[in-house]
Nanobody, 122 residues
Framework: QVQLVESGGGLVQPGGSLKLSCAAS????????MRWYRQAAGKQRELVAHIASGGTTNYADSVKGRFTISRDNTRNTVYLQMNNLEPEDTAVYYCNVIAKSGSPASSVTNYWGQGTQVTVSS
């Protein structure tokens, strides 16, 4: 059993910055990849950023150059630094983790955070 807890969302003006955090806890053997998704109201959920266990990153074109994903493997935490925010970035942001549990009957599973609201508005 793995739990993800997100934090860092809020209201910010255009051009501002926010940093999201997602901490994984529970019985964890290893975390393979960590991702951030977002979903605006009435819109399709989209992948924002991805980071592999070795640190390789990938970004959606819409956020490339503005957002930075990073991870602290000692704390099982992934971050999303968001700079130069635009109104189009307004959405609920979800942390997604692919991990292997540390229980005797372990398996590789997708886990999701509860979501955190990011609102970019003047």
């Amino acid at each position: 059993q793995v739990q993800l807890v997100e934090s860092g969302g809020g209201l910010v003006q255009p051009g501002g910055s926010l940093k999201l955090s997602c901490a994984a806890s529970g019985s964890i053997f290893s975390i393979y990849v960590m991702r951030w998704y977002r979903q605006a109201a009435g819109k399709q959920r989209e992948l924002v950023a991805h980071i592999a266990s070795g640190g390789t990153t990938n970004y959606a074109d819409s956020v490339k150059g503005r957002f930075t994903i990073s991870r602290d493997n000692t704390r099982n935490t992934v971050y999303l630094q968001m700079n130069n925010l635009e109104p189009e970035d307004t959405a609920v942001y979800y942390c997604n983790v692919i991990a292997k549990s540390g229980s005797p009957a372990s398996s590789v599973t997708n886990y999701w955070g509860q979501g955190t609201q990011v609102t970019v508005s003047s």
